[in-house]
């Protein structure tokens, strides 16, 4: 090699790791992360949710897309299977009576690509399912089955153990400081080093914009929104076997995480990118949605903290090279999906990358990159 790589990725979650596991067969991979170890922003933060319904349609193809892979990843990716089938019961208080009524019918008449049908329940079965669930607030209630937990530091290290089997260089504790244009590469400084790369990915997560700004690139109004999750012990209830409950609007929902309850009143507020902490109001809102569909008394929250989920104006992702300055790669805007969809996105971005074809599974799926470019924000 002539000391210059092909592609520099800047960003070690799940974007950045499932990029470089696509792309380090056919090119030579340099990825800094910032963080001492992958995952730290977002991407460890998350829910960890696969599910097939309430996305966009270009979403829900990324969605269908990744299904095999999660399912059945490669030989030796994991140990462990990365989905564990859950499901989704569906709730509306009375005031929401209508919604309901309107969000089932559509649900149960479209149903999502190589999705499962829906099943209405009465309010006893529901209160079946999830033993201390109100029977007073439940208006209606209906169960998805298309809802699974994602091992999200599996599949994360999956991502980053098979593209080092391939050459992929990894750097942690590497804050991308400067980037500069040079005639036919780049010089990318992280501290005292400074490393060569044909192209530059941005997958930064909340700072893509201004890494692209470092980069010399105009941002594109790429905006990270905090959500916040806690952590609370219940006791007397096996939680091992219950759905995953979400109000009908996702107005808050709820799921088992290691034994205790992890509950996210569903915020979505607009910031700068930081390392985002849980504010006291959310975690309150948290609490008291919980109380207020259940028959759970809160007295201790274990644990909370809050995440990034960072949208293009269109909460579309973005995948494409820039118009405006050669070599520049962006891979952003992973909104709330970017860990059950990060087997489609990573191919995608790969082929768009090298100039290959679509694999097999994106074509089947109806996956396009021409909705994900960044040159339909004028960029
Ligand atoms: C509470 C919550 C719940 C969620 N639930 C789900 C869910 O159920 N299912 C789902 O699919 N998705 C979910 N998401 C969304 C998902 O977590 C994100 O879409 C995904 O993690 C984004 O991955 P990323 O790699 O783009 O960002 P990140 O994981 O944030 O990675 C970007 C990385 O770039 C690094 N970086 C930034 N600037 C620099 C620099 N200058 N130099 C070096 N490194 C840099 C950062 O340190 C960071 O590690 C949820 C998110 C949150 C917060």
Same mark, same amino acid.
């Given at each position: ?47 960890? &949710? ?37 499901? *989704? ?8 009576? #209508?919604?309901?009524? !309107?969000?089932?019918? +559509? &649900? ?10 829906? @099943? ?38 999956? +991502?980053? #153990?098979?593209?080092? #089997?391939?050459?992929?260089?990894? @750097? ?8 500069? !244009? ?8 992280? $501290? &005292? @080093? ?24 105009? $941002? ?5 929104? !905090? ?6 012990? =219940? ?10 409950? *979400? ?5 808050? +929902?709820? #799921? ?6 992890? =509950? ?42 809050? $995440?990034?989920?960072?949208? %293009? ?9 820039? &118009?405006? =300055? ?25 082929? %768009? ?11 089947? %799926? ?14």
């Amino acid at each position: 090699m002539s000391g210059i790589f092909d592609i520099a990725i800047i960003g070690g979650g799940i974007a950045g790791a499932s990029l470089a596991y696509f792309v380090a067969p056919h090119r030579s991979v340099v990825l800094f992360e910032q963080e001492t170890a992958l995952g730290y922003h977002a991407t460890g933060r998350s829910a960890a &949710e696969y599910t097939r319904r309430f996305h966009s349609p270009a979403v829900g193809r990324l969605t269908d897309a990744s299904y095999d892979f999660l399912t059945t990843p490669p030989e030796g990716f994991t140990e462990t299977p990365l989905l564990h089938r859950r499901g *989704n019961l569906l709730i509306a208080g009375h005031e929401k009576a #209508k919604i309901f009524e !309107r969000t089932f019918a +559509y &649900e149960n008449e479209n149903p999502p690509q190589n999705g499962s049908p829906i @099943r209405r329940l009465t309010v006893e079965e529901a209160v079946e399912m999830v033993a201390f669930l109100d029977s007073d607030y439940v208006y209606g209630a209906f169960f998805d089955p298309d809802c699974w937990d994602i091992e999200v530091e599996n599949l994360l290290q999956g +991502y980053a #153990k098979g593209a080092r #089997k391939q050459g992929a260089e990894f @750097r942690n504790s590497s804050k991308v400081e400067t980037v500069t !244009r040079k005639q036919d590469h780049w010089e990318i400084r992280d $501290g &005292e @080093r400074i490393a060569r790369a044909r192209m530059v990915v941005n997958a930064a997560g909340a700072w893509v914009d201004p890494v692209a700004v470092l980069c010399g690139v105009p $941002g594109l109004g790429i905006v990270p929104h !905090r959500r916040t999750a806690i952590n609370v012990k =219940v006791s007397g209830h096996d939680l091992s076997n219950m759905p995953e409950v *979400n109000e009908i609007e996702e107005d808050f +929902y709820f #799921k088992p995480d290691a034994g205790q309850l992890f =509950v996210s009143p569903a915020d979505e507020t607009p910031m700068e990118p930081h390392d985002a902490w849980a504010d006291e109001m959310d975690i309150a809102y948290a609490a008291h949605y919980l109380t207020e569909c259940t028959t759970l008394e809160i007295t201790h929250v274990a644990h909370s903290w809050a $995440g990034l989920r960072t949208f %293009a104006p269109d909460r579309l992702p973005v995948v494409g090279f820039s &118009e405006a =300055v050669p070599g520049f790669f962006w891979f952003a805007g992973q909104g709330g999906f970017g860990i059950q969809t990060s087997p489609a996105l990573g191919q995608l971005a790969a082929a %768009a990358l090298t100039g290959s074809d679509l694999p097999e599974n994106l074509m089947a %799926a109806g996956v396009d990159v021409a909705g994900f470019l960044p040159s339909r924000f004028g960029a």
